[in-house]
């Protein structure tokens, strides 16, 4: 039985890893005249990895990598002018409306009317919170978590503090590395449900003999089906 059905937001609930790409295009473009754009991507993948312990995941951190990028890659050459267009990249993906993604809309007002539903998404939080409040699904969450990073010990002391045991727990997300195998590992659910595209960084080989401890779907549409039953009937 099934206690807290968790869900991961970004690239679960809305379209995430899009927006990232679509801007990267375009500050590829702007440094098109220092070097290539695959030269460009790799190097601000670095700059960003390099960043993570000092800024954490999100929009703003990665507005300032981008920045760091673009004056290592043009050798300290970058105008003002053309740093203020980095500024409104990242100000402009703040002011992105969300997007869900297909079934959302319909799948989370229906299992929230059996099922205690919460939300776990990892980043910066005035960012999170926005796009929450953007999405119309708020209400629909009895609990919401906004964590600096999804692994291992932050399920832990998130379980403990929403005195809820793993196996109670059943975690639904897009990245495996996040929402599926330190679920796992506590001895929880999880449901990994693909988003097309994967940032470079949640990008995991499943360990083998791991394969088995949990569910993938081809997208949420499925999800109802698949927990029918399993909720406790706490509503
Ligand atoms: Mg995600």
Redesign the pocket.
């Known amino acids: 039985v099934i206690d807290i059905i968790a869900f991961?937001?970004?690239?679960?609930l809305w379209h995430?890893?899009t927006l990232y790409r679509g801007t990267e295009k375009r500050f590829q473009q702007l440094l098109a005249a220092y070097q290539a754009a695959e030269e460009t991507e790799q190097a601000l993948f670095q700059t960003e990895m390099r960043n993570l312990r000092l800024y954490g995941y999100g929009i703003k951190s990665f507005g300032l990598s981008m920045i760091e990028t673009a004056i290592q890659v043009s050798k300290g050459r970058i105008a003002a002018y053309q740093i203020q267009e980095i500024i409104d990249l990242a100000k402009e993906m703040l002011e992105t409306r969300v997007e869900l993604l297909d079934h959302v809309a319909d799948v989370i007002p229906s299992l929230a009317q059996r099922c205690r539903l919460m939300l776990v998404?990892k980043g910066d939080l005035r960012d999170q919170e926005a796009k929450l409040a953007g999405s119309g699904l708020a209400h629909y969450f009895d609990h919401v978590e906004i964590v600096p990073d999804k692994n291992v010990e932050v399920y832990r002391s998130l379980l403990a503090r929403n005195n809820v045991a793993p196996q109670q727990f059943l975690m639904v997300?897009?990245?495996l590395r996040?929402?599926v195998l330190p679920v796992v590992e506590l001895g929880g659910h999880a449901v990994h449900i693909p988003?097309h595209i994967t940032w470079a960084h949640?990008a995991v080989q499943v360990p083998h003999g791991n394969q088995g401890d949990y569910a993938e779907l081809a997208h949420i549409g499925l999800l109802p089906a698949y927990v029918e039953g399993l909720c406790r009937p706490s509503k």
């Not at 991961?8 to 679960?12: F, G, L, Q, Y």
Request: glycine share 6%.
């Open positions: 991961d937001a970004d690239d679960t995430n890893e998404t997300g897009n990245s996040s929402d988003y949640e």
